[in-house]
């Protein structure tokens, strides 16, 4: 099985501070195809997570998971290159 060798870019920090919008410029701006996925909901919808932080009222993501179903995406998709996450 061959993997699409390409940037997986890392975006994080404290929430209202422009990460959506500047993954979303990289992905309109870029000369490659990229994707840009928001973690947040992407273990929401997909039940990524070990439990629900009411103090931080968060998902507590459980990044084996995460990781798994990552490449296990990158490994199927011939349409874009590696995901970018924030």
């Given amino acids: 099985m061959t993997v699409a060798k390409g940037p997986v ?9 422009g990460k959506s919008t500047h ?7 870029s000369p490659l195809p990229l994707q840009h996925i928001n973690v947040g909901d992407w273990v929401k919808e997909r039940g990524l997570y070990e439990e629900y932080d009411e103090e931080w009222q968060s998902y507590t993501v ?3 998971r995460v990781c798994f179903l990552s ?3 990158r ?10 996450l924030i």
């Fill in 9 to 17: 870019i890392v975006i994080t920090g404290t929430p209202g501070t």
């Fill in 23 to 29: 993954a979303q410029l990289l992905v309109n701006e």
């Fill in 62 to 64: 459980d990044e084996d």
């Fill in 71 to 73: 490449f296990f995406l």
């Fill in 75 to 84: 490994c199927i998709s011939s349409r874009y290159q590696p995901l970018t």
